[in-house]
């Protein structure tokens, strides 16, 4: 499997990343991935479609807010919390905390 | 002049408040009115023409962050910080203190 492209801490760009958080379906995949080390595609898709889901990880890869590797046969993939956090100070959890009514 | 149409706060999405953050107009419209009490369409388009800066208004509005009211023959639009800041407390500072590329 080719590895995946990710954008460099110093290329994210707010309006991007805010985006990629304006969708429910990508806001619950990194508030799970905010509980856990890493997560398989398949932990993460609630049962959605895998077409629906392959887009909403690649808009959060990005948008420098998901990293994904190739384990073998599987993608893992990391909330890039560091990164994010060193970006653009204090936004995930604000934004993390709020409640959704979905 | 028909009186604009607002969510009430209660109504207010998370989703769709980062959403109409998520373009640098928008956020450079929601950062002139973070410091001033109101301020027209005029002082708030940078130039931009109308039929575009009406539509970010329309999102903005949509959202629940921005009131705009009919003054006379011109609109005056400001920020619902109260509004957003009792239903996602802290969430607006955390994105308006970020710094931007743009």
């Known amino acids: 499997m080719r590895p995946f492209k990710h954008p460099a801490a110093s290329e994210l760009s707010l309006e ?5 958080l ?3 379906i990508r806001l619950d995949i990194v508030r799970h991935l905010a509980r ?3 997560a398989t595609c398949g932990e ?3 049962g959605r479609p895998k077409s629906t889901v392959s887009h909403h990880f690649k808009v959060l ?4 807010l998901v990293f994904t590797r190739n384990s073998g046969t599987i993608h893992l993939n990391s909330l890039r ?6 970006r653009f100070p204090g936004l995930l959890d604000a934004i993390l905390t709020q409640k959704t009514d979905s």
Chains 1, 2 share one sequence.
Do not use: K, N
Request: proline share 0%; aromatic share 4%.
């Open 81 to 86: 919390r560091t990164d994010i956090e060193s």
């Open 44 to 46: 993460l898709d609630g």
């Open 16 to 20: 991007r990343v805010l985006y990629a």
């Open 61 to 64: 890869r990005e948008a420098g």
């Open 22 to 24: 304006s969708d429910s």
């Open 36 to 38: 856990v080390e890493a």
